[in-house]
């Protein structure tokens, strides 16, 4: 789930992007490097300001 700032909210904006890529390779493989948000602006610039709720290196459950 993501948790939108009230501003972002894509309920509240006229557009609304999103960005998505489709690669050969099994989930098993993608899966680590999604859970690893610290490490996002190396394949992608735009997620240069993400940060972990509490912390953390990695994405949890919850």
């Known amino acids: 789930m993501i ?3 009230e ?3 894509p309920e509240r904006t006229a557009v609304h992007v ?3 890529m489709e690669m050969p390779v099994s989930p098993e ?3 680590p ?3 690893r948000a610290k490490l996002w ?3 992608y610039p735009n997620s240069q300001n993400v940060s ?3 912390g953390g290196q990695d994405l949890v459950p919850g």
């Open 29 to 31: 493989s993608v899966w």
């Open 18 to 20: 999103r960005n998505e």
């Open 52 to 54: 972990i709720e509490g």
């Open 3 to 5: 948790r939108w700032p």
């Open 33 to 35: 490097w999604l859970v």
């Open 41 to 43: 602006p190396t394949w």
């Open 7 to 9: 501003r972002y909210n």
